[in-house]
Nanobody
């Protein structure tokens, strides 16, 4: 049984920062591949960033240099630090147990419920 609960979303102005958190139960973060995805209404679920159990990270091109994925073992919490936010970053962001999900859907088993990020000009 895996439960992922996101928080930290909100409304900020362009150039601002947010830190998303994902508290994980049923999965040990430093033994798992974890990821952040986003989904806009009417669009596909998209990978934003991933961190492997060995600490290797991946970022989609448009967030490189602005977002940082990390986790804290003691709190079993995954983070996404989002800096220099742009209006195009506006989306619902989802935490996922990357090595357990069955397809890129932004819903279902091994996904959180999401947290909304809104960036205004």
């Amino acid at each position: 049984w895996v439960q992922l609960v996101e928080s930290g979303g909100g409304s900020v102005e362009e150039g601002g920062s947010l830190r998303l958190s994902c508290v994980a139960s049923g999965v040990i973060l430093d033994e798992s591949d974890m990821a952040w995805y986003r989904q806009d209404p009417g669009h596909d679920c998209q990978l934003v960033s991933q961190i492997s159990s060995d600490g290797t990270t991946y970022y989609v091109d448009y967030v490189k240099g602005r977002f940082t994925i990390s986790y804290e073992n003691a709190k079993n919490t995954l983070y996404l630090q989002m800096n220099s936010l742009k209006p195009d970053d506006t989306s619902m962001y989802y935490c996922a147990a990357f090595d357990l999900i069955n397809g890129v859907t932004c819903r279902g088993d091994y996904w959180g419920r999401g947290t909304q990020v809104t960036v205004s000009q």
